[in-house]
Nanobody
Framework: QVQLVESGGGLVQTGGSLRLSCAAS????????MGWYRQAPGKQRELVAT???????NYADSVKGRFTISRDNTKNTMTLQMNNLKPEDTAVYYC?????????????WGQGTQVTVSS
């Protein structure tokens, strides 16, 4: 059974920090890219950060310099260190994992974890 589980969300004041974690299990093939996406009420889901199996990272402009994504390929885990949080960071954060199997791309999603930043 393929499963992605997020953890680490919560309530924090402006300027505070949180660390989100994602654990992938049941995925037969190697994960090529993992990433974090978020969705706030009334808004579209947006990319926060991605990281390839080789360690290449990509960040949304809104989080550059504040968030850091990392992964452990051996354990198929991923973290998102969020510093200097702002109210606009409030959203449900989703873990994503992508694989490429026999010429086909697969995407897997976690259930999400709530991050709330108070002003």
């Amino acid at each position: 059974q393929v499963q992605l589980v997020e953890s680490g969300g919560g309530l924090v004041q402006t300027g505070g920090s949180l660390r989100l974690s994602c654990a992938a299990s049941g995925i037969t093939f190697s994960i090529t890219t993992m990433g974090w996406y978020r969705q706030a009420p009334g808004k579209q889901r947006e990319l926060v950060a991605t990281i390839s199996s080789g360690g290449r990272t990509n960040y949304a402009d809104s989080v550059k310099g504040r968030f850091t994504i990392s992964r452990d390929n051996t354990k198929n885990t991923m973290t998102l260190q969020m510093n200097n949080l702002k109210p606009e960071d409030t959203a449900v954060y989703y873990c994503n994992a992508a694989t490429h199997e026999f010429g086909v791309d697969y995407d897997y999603w976690g259930q999400g974890t709530q991050v709330t930043v108070s002003s």
